[in-house]
């Protein structure tokens, strides 16, 4: 591991849903965070601890992001806990506008955040709540079977702008233990890795599930799979609002909280839940360096 850092590192810790994140605001992109790095900061016993990295960076100081610098100021480059890079993640987009708020860069009301996975408008609501635009879902043709502990099920294959598989089981439990990412096949549905999420009804379009993140393990909470298992779940229960031209709200219990996910006629998704910054401060640069 290498790190060019010489001076404190500031950092806060932030969390939608329990899904949490270690967030580096660094607006000129000054800061090098390579992919252990990354893990390090992540690292729940070694590090500050976190399912994820939100690093702030103004998107004309990023080459991912410079193109969209005249619709968003802000770019989230998010990482993994293990350093590799996501290309959306629908909780830490509500964070990343909460992160922007407490530090002054906006104020409440609408925030434009760049993303890998384009920009996503984010509403911070005066009650607390964080609402996120998140766009359309994209279900290819194809699905995997996912199997835990002998007991094997379809998958759909859901993209919101990073891949989603999602299994209607009959108890959440049958997930097993999650640490490890469950086998599926075949492979080459997803070439890029995939998040898998169980899901097991509540009630009516009351669902909850559990999910194993790539790049992390299980989470507490995943915002894109959430909004994956709400578009799966209402085409499984024959209900697509570009039919029937009415917006539809599938409420998705996570480990961590509550998600709420309306789709409407013209594919839209939003999301809505809490988004909290909990913790500040400044990681010694001495720690940050390889152990001799
Ligand atoms: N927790 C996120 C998703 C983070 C990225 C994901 N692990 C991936 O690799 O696609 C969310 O709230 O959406």
């Excluded at 690292?43 to 601890?49: E, H, L, P, Q, V």
């Excluded at 915002?223 to 031209?245: F, H, I, L, M, Q």
């Excluded at 917006?247 to 996910?261: E, F, Q, W």
Aim: charged content about 20%; hydrophobic content about 40%.
């Amino acid at each position: 591991m290498t790190s060019t850092q010489t001076s404190p590192l500031p950092f806060l810790k932030g969390h939608g849903t329990e899904n949490d994140f270690v967030i580096v605001p660094d607006a000129e992109n000054a800061v090098d965070l390579p992919p252990a790095v990354v893990a390090r900061l992540c690292d729940r016993r070694a590090g500050i601890g976190g399912d994820g990295l939100l690093h702030v960076v103004r998107s004309a100081a990023h080459p991912d992001a410079r193109h969209l610098a005249d619709e968003a100021e802000w770019f989230m480059d998010y990482r993994n806990a293990d350093g590799s890079v996501a290309e959306m993640c629908g909780n830490g987009v509500r964070v990343f506008a909460r992160y922007l708020e407490h530090a002054g860069h906006v104020t409440a009301g609408e925030v434009a955040v760049a993303t890998r996975g384009g920009v996503k408008y984010v509403h911070l609501d005066k009650d607390g709540s964080v609402t996120v635009a998140m766009g359309r879902a994209v279900l290819p043709e194809d699905g995997v079977t996912v199997t835990v502990d002998g007991r094997s099920w379809p998958a759909r294959n859901v993209n919101m702008g990073n891949p989603h598989a999602v299994a209607f089981v009959e108890d959440l439990a049958h997930a097993g233990t999650l640490y490890d990412e469950p086998p599926y096949e075949p492979a080459a549905v997803y070439p890029d890795g995939v998040n898998i999420e169980f899901v097991v009804d509540r009630g009516p379009r009351h669902v909850a599930m559990r999910v194993h993140e790539r790049g992390a393990s299980e989470t507490r909470s995943c915002g894109t799979g959430a909004c994956a298992v709400a578009v799966a779940t209402a085409r499984r229960d024959g209900v697509d609002p570009a039919e029937s031209g009415t917006p539809v709200t599938y409420t998705v219990d996570v480990l961590g909280g509550t998600l709420v996910i309306t789709e409407h006629p013209d594919g839209r998704i939003d999301m809505t839940g809490p988004a909290v910054i909990v913790a500040e401060g400044t990681v010694d640069p001495e720690w940050l360096q390889p152990a001799s």
